[in-house]
């Protein structure tokens, strides 16, 4: 039995948090919200810069669970598509251009 390949993305690529596949990480660029929710992802290490991964995915367009910094996070999909992310490589716990 043989396993799927993984996806692969290109590096450089702006996309919302809602888009990235399971096991991809990236590095935050902004959070689109303009409201209590917005102000709470921020608070909770949501910044720019910050290194993001999906760790698992809700079905039917169910929550999307991410480990942002330290801790993980669920989010309703349309919240995640609020999050702009930069995709690249993990490199030392930073993200960097591939």
Avoid at 26 to 33: E, H, W
Avoid at 36 to 65: I, K, Y
């Amino acid at each position: 039995m043989t396993l799927p390949e993984p996806r692969t993305l290109p590096a450089d690529r702006t996309i919302s948090l809602a888009d990235l596949p399971v096991g991809a990480r990236a590095r935050v660029l902004c959070v689109a919200l303009m409201d209590e929710l917005g102000d709470r992802l921020v608070e909770l290490g949501m910044t720019p810069g910050a290194p993001v991964e999906v760790l698992r995915r809700g079905v039917l367009g169910g929550p999307v669970q991410v480990r942002i910094r330290d801790f993980a996070l669920s989010l309703r999909r349309d919240q995640a598509g609020a999050v702009q992310v930069a995709l690249g490589q993990l490199v030392a716990g930073q993200v960097v251009a591939a």
